[in-house]
């Protein structure tokens, strides 16, 4: 099982809103806490991208594409990030996923399932 859950995925209408979650069940909190948590996501035939990211302090850094309209936030003690979208958009349709990163930037574990988002254009 991979060490990160993801969930909260579904059909939502242009404009509307969605929030996702990742726990991560098996993963105690004193190595939870200090990492830096990332939402990515991958549409059909393209390469996923990293939309959000926040850090041990809650300091958070957002793509383009999704500034202004996706909020990523994280609860240590219940070893959850979430990721609430709003104003959604056709071209947010995707399967997204969560993940730690390494200092480079570069995912830390093995991917989960993701959670698909469809937004019909």
């Known amino acids: 099982q991979a060490p990160l859950v993801e969930s909260g995925g579904g059909l939502v209408q242009p404009g509307g809103s969605l929030r996702l979650s990742c726990r991560a069940p098996?993963?105690?909190?004193?190595?939870?806490?200090?990492?830096?948590m990332g939402w990515y996501r991958q549409a059909t035939g393209k390469e996923r991208e990293l939309v959000a990211s926040i850090g041990a302090d809650s300091n958070t850094i957002y793509a383009d594409s999704v500034r202004g309209r996706f909020t990523i936030s994280r609860d240590n003690s219940r070893k959850t990030v979430w990721l609430q979208m709003r104003n959604v958009k056709s071209e947010d349709t995707a399967v997204y996923y969560c993940?730690?990163?390494?200092?480079?930037?570069?995912?830390?574990?093995?991917w989960g399932q993701g959670t698909q988002v469809t937004v019909p254009s």
């Open positions: 993940n730690a990163l390494r200092t480079t930037n570069q995912p830390e574990y093995d």
């Open positions: 098996r993963m105690i909190f004193s190595v939870f806490s200090p990492k830096i």
